[in-house]
């Protein structure tokens, strides 16, 4: 089975956001970005870092709780040795989102202080939220405001408008909708972007991504992956010498599953959904498909 992928994903409210996005620039403070804590790299927009100039910026590293912790660390020592704050961030749980408040005022405590000495009132701090579709917006604009009026789910593309959102008596972020760019860097940033659905399923071939994702975690996170299907040593070894061995763990794990259709074939399409949805969701465990190492 090979990569190629066809994916047409960039539809013309991506490029009216990015547009929206650079104009509102003058408006804020403060850029926060929201990153996925597995693939840091690859849900970082390059349009995104090459319009934020001069701002203050800081990176989010959200959905750490499905991220392997050690390569998180690692990542916040990457983006520091930048001169860029990075924080690790489970907008589910609220993890870490103080710290993000306490690191806004920090940022913000010199020309606040400038003001307050010359008299004028205490401004609002006012910060703008950016970050991929799927990346997980929503989640961490209801955890750090303590309120849950947003559309939040799990596909991409759920955020539509622009809106601000109060904080306290000093703070103003204002969201943007998700936003991706126009051409791949590289194949694998795509195939990371599909494994974490950042990407809609509907323009990908689910069944050569969940292909692409086993063989990663086999080489990477092989007892993850055998502990999640009950993959035992003897298993792996009868399979091992197939020319097709990345599609057959495949099929096994199909069979495991109860993936089959009649005449005990495998059902690609439901195994390739198992595959993700448990990826996705942390059931295969806590994984990081972007080492700092690899940069």
């Not at 520091?80 to 989102?97: C, P, Q, R, Y």
């Not at 940022?107 to 205490?122: C, F, P, V, Y």
């Not at 593309?157 to 000093?170: A, E, H, M």
């Not at 103003?172 to 991706?180: F, I, K, N, R, S």
């Amino acid at each position: 089975m090979e990569n190629n992928m066809n994916i047409n994903w960039y539809p013309g409210h991506m490029a009216k956001t990015k547009r929206q996005i650079t104009d509102d620039l003058k408006l804020v403070d403060i850029v926060i970005e929201l990153l996925d804590a597995r693939i840091p790299i690859s849900s970082q927009n390059p349009d995104i870092a090459n319009i934020l100039q001069n701002k203050k910026r800081i990176i989010i590293l959200n959905k750490s709780d499905l991220a392997d912790a050690n390569e998180t660390n690692k990542w916040i020592q990457y983006f520091k040795d930048k001169n860029i704050t990075a924080l690790e961030v489970n907008s589910n749980e609220g993890k870490g989102t103080n710290q993000v408040i306490q690191v806004i005022e920090k940022m913000m405590s010199n020309e606040l202080e400038t003001q307050a000495n010359k008299g004028r009132i205490r401004k609002t701090i006012r910060v703008m939220i950016v970050g991929i579709p799927n990346v997980g917006k929503s989640s961490f604009i209801n955890r750090i405001s303590k309120k849950t009026a947003m559309n939040v789910g799990n596909k991409p593309g759920v955020t539509k408008q622009k809106q601000w959102i109060r904080i306290g008596n000093q703070i103003e972020l204002l969201d943007t909708p998700g936003v991706l760019w126009p051409k791949f860097e590289n194949q694998k940033v795509g195939l990371n972007l599909a494994y974490t659905g950042s990407i809609k399923d509907e323009v990908i071939d689910k069944i050569e991504i969940a292909y692409n994702l086993i063989k990663y975690l086999d080489k990477n996170y092989s007892k993850n992956l055998y502990e999640k299907y009950k993959i035992t040593d003897q298993e792996i070894s009868s399979i091992k010498d197939n020319p097709q061995y990345y599609l057959e763990l495949m099929y096994l794990i199909g069979r495991k599953r109860g993936a089959l259709i009649s005449g005990g074939n495998i059902d690609e399409n439901k195994v390739a959904n198992i595959i993700l949805d448990d990826f996705r969701s942390g059931k295969t465990g806590k994984i990081t498909l972007e080492k700092v190492k690899e940069k």
